[in-house]
């Protein structure tokens, strides 16, 4: 057994790019750059820094945003990748009139059987616990919903249209890849109940960057994206399956989504795949964010080889750095001094696993979100 086996096996290295790194792991990816280094502040080290500081700003802003107080809040409960798992009624909370999203991974093996049984018993959750629609996209485990891919790789070339879903009422599968008209594959909501008179646009498509083979469903290249100009400028709710770049995401994320969230800016986007990702984080596209995301992207998505850091990379990595710290202090000093609380009018990332990490175990909370 070799060293590295050693240490994963206790814990002080992880064993692949879908667990959070340990100490360890960022301490031997900083010291590759120690002996050429010019300047002894290290990337790995400043992104680590900046991200502590970043999210202690989100958290001195308080919530992104509060329902407002003279109009019905539209309750919006959110799970991903149950992975054939049935969650005990009890867990989820009353839908009052609201949504529940699944944002994929609804199965392990993919197969038609599979999802089906969870279909049921989304709609079960629904007559129960009183949500007006469920909203499904799918994962990259969900390989019988992906006609043209992965069906026919696990299922064979006869499986294309055979068997087809039940889809119990107001249980509904959003693809909006294939979206035509003017709408582009946005659904409109109209809510009773509660909410009566209200509405929201959502739109959803379950697409991942490639994370395995053919048997897994809906992925692409992460250099040939297919998400520029494609979500509805109008979208209240996005829910796709894969994470935004640098955000809940372990940095698997999708960087061609978040530069689609920039465009659109949707109020709430739901998503999952990454399990250890799983929670929620406030976003308001301005400098601050734009200043962090683009200190986490020089490390992996530009190219300075990091084994060989110039005096120009450290001076860009610095500046950023600086940046965060001046936006996000004046926007903390800003939010409290000159609008006080209730004032936040960001947006919302959800990463709604409800999978603790790789263990298999179901037990991450169900996220709620009043709208």
Not at 306 to 328: E, K, L, Q, T, Y
Request: charged content about 20%.
């Amino acid at each position: 057994m070799g060293i590295t086996a050693i240490l994963q096996r206790l814990h002080l290295l992880r064993s692949s790019e879908w667990d959070p790194p340990t100490p360890l792991d960022h301490l031997l990816t900083d010291m590759q750059s120690w002996p050429l280094s010019i300047i002894p502040i290290h990337l790995h080290f400043l992104r680590l820094v900046v991200t502590h500081l970043y999210h202690l700003f989100l958290f001195l802003r308080g919530h992104a945003f509060h329902p407002p107080s003279n109009i019905p809040p539209i309750r919006v409960v959110c799970i991903s990748d149950t992975h054939n798992y049935e969650l005990d009624l009890a867990r989820i909370p009353d839908g009052e009139g609201g949504l529940l999203i699944h944002a994929g991974d609804l199965t392990d093996d993919g197969s038609r059987e599979s999802i089906q049984r969870q279909l049921d018993w989304l709609g079960e959750v629904r007559r129960r616990k009183g949500f007006e629609r469920v909203l499904v996209v799918a994962g990259n485990h969900d390989g019988f919903l992906d006609k043209e891919g992965a069906r026919q790789v696990l299922f064979g070339e006869g499986s294309k249209g055979d068997g087809e879903l039940t889809w119990p009422e107001g249980v509904q599968y959003l693809d909006g890849m294939v979206g035509e008209g003017e709408n582009g594959g946005v659904m409109t909501i109209e809510f009773e109940g509660r909410a009566k008179g209200r509405k929201l646009n959502v739109w959803g498509w379950g697409g991942v960057p490639r994370c395995g083979g053919p048997e897994h469903a809906f992925q692409y290249d992460r250099a040939a994206h297919p998400w520029t100009n494609r979500i509805p400028v109008e979208t209240d709710i996005l829910i796709t399956h894969t994470p935004p770049r640098h955000h809940l995401d372990l940095g698997l994320g999708c960087a061609g989504l978040l530069a689609e969230l920039w465009r659109v800016k949707p109020k709430l986007h739901v998503f999952g795949h990454v399990h250890w990702g799983a929670g929620r984080e406030a976003v308001y596209y301005d400098e601050c964010q734009r200043a962090y995301e683009s200190l986490m992207a020089r490390g992996a998505d530009v190219p300075f080889p990091p084994a060989f850091p110039s005096i120009f990379s450290v001076w860009m990595d610095s500046m950023d750095a600086a940046r965060v710290i001046w936006h996000g202090t004046t926007a903390v000093v800003w939010k409290w001094v000159m609008q006080g609380p209730g004032s936040n009018n960001g947006a919302l990332l959800v990463n709604a696993s409800v999978t603790y990490g790789n263990t298999g175990k179901v037990i991450n909370p169900v996220q709620v979100v009043e709208l």
